[in-house]
């Protein structure tokens, strides 16, 4: 086990996750393949029609879970509930909004990122995840929020 990264942005609509995911995600694919867990089917396919058109080259380089050639992928978003057990162990988990009940397998790896918007259920449903994995050994939590000049370390 070992850090997961909390990120509210400060929209309150999955697209204003949208707009800052590229950028997070490019910094992210720099450290190591990534692994997007989107909470529902429609999230996914919107998050790929997004990231085709961001990006400094236009894109991030992407695909999904159930395509082919995965592992060649620096980018594999998935649907929660449906990523294969060895996607956890060689990526790094990033976790949207609605993707909460899959934090324990994305344990398994280094980091994880959390990312979500700042609408109240959402921030609400964050704050039980934070409450819950306070305390637990070898698991350190950091709060990131949005703010004017970037991300700012609210906890941690």
């Not at 867990?37 to 396919?45: D, E, F, I, S, W």
């Not at 395509?67 to 988990?93: C, M, N, S, T, Y």
């Not at 324990?104 to 609400?124: C, K, R, T």
């Amino acid at each position: 086990m070992g850090v997961v990264r909390f990120y509210q942005v400060k929209g309150e609509t999955p697209a204003a996750v949208d707009a800052v995911l590229p950028r997070l995600l490019d910094k992210a694919m720099a450290r190591q393949p990534v692994l997007v867990v989107c909470g529902n089917a429609a999230r996914m396919l919107r998050l790929d029609e997004s990231l085709w058109n961001d990006g400094d080259d236009g894109f991030l380089p992407h695909g999904l879970a159930e395509g082919p050639f995965v592992e060649k992928q620096p980018i594999v978003l998935a649907e929660a509930g449906q990523v294969d057990d060895a996607l956890w162990h060689v990526r790094l988990p990033v976790l949207l909004a609605g993707a909460e009940a899959t934090l324990e397998q994305a344990m398994a790896a280094e980091m994880v990122l959390y990312v979500f918007e700042s609408s109240e259920a959402v921030v609400a449903r964050a704050r039980e995840v934070w409450k819950g994995l306070k305390g637990r050994e070898g698991v350190s939590a950091e709060y990131w929020a949005q703010g004017e000049k970037g991300w700012e370390k609210k906890a941690g």
